[in-house]
Nanobody, 130 residues
Framework: DVQLQASGGGLVQAGGSRRLSCEAS????????IGWFRQVPGKERSGLAC????????YYRDSVKGRFTISSDKTKNMVYLQMNSLKPDDTAVYYC???????????????????????WGQGTLVTVSS
């Protein structure tokens, strides 16, 4: 089974940092672009950052560019999200999943779900206090 499990959430003060981890299993890591999404209650889940495991190309939503950094470790099938300068608006449940990144407009990054792409994992809650 395809599983992408996020972890590392918690409570952090505004201005602080947090590193999230995503463990991928059941997939050929090099075949996919994997990334991070988040959901605030009452809003749609949205993509933040994606990384191509094969060539390391990364893509960011403008709202997190310069503050968040995505990285991967192919030897461990892991993807990370380093979040700096956190704001209360970053409070959300964070998920990792396989990305669909339109190269003509990476801002429209989305998710691939179902079948070989798996489903949403449990997510990890990040709470940023003011």
């Amino acid at each position: 089974d395809v599983q992408l499990q996020a972890s590392g959430g918690g409570l952090v003060q505004a201005g602080g940092s947090r590193r999230l981890s995503c463990e991928a299993s059941g997939i050929n890591f090099d075949d996919h672009t994997i990334g991070w999404f988040r959901q605030v209650p009452g809003k749609e889940r949205s993509g933040l950052a994606c990384i191509s495991s094969s060539d390391g190309a990364s893509y960011y939503r403008d709202s997190v560019k310069g503050r968040f950094t995505i990285s991967s470790d192919k030897t461990k099938n892991m993807v990370y999200l380093q979040m700096n300068s956190l704001k209360p608006d970053d409070t959300a449940v964070y998920y990792c999943a396989i990305c669909n990144v339109p190269l003509e407009n990476p801002q429209r990054m989305g998710v691939k779900l179902g079948g070989e792409f798996g489903s949403w994992g449990q997510g990890t809650l990040v709470t940023v206090s003011s």
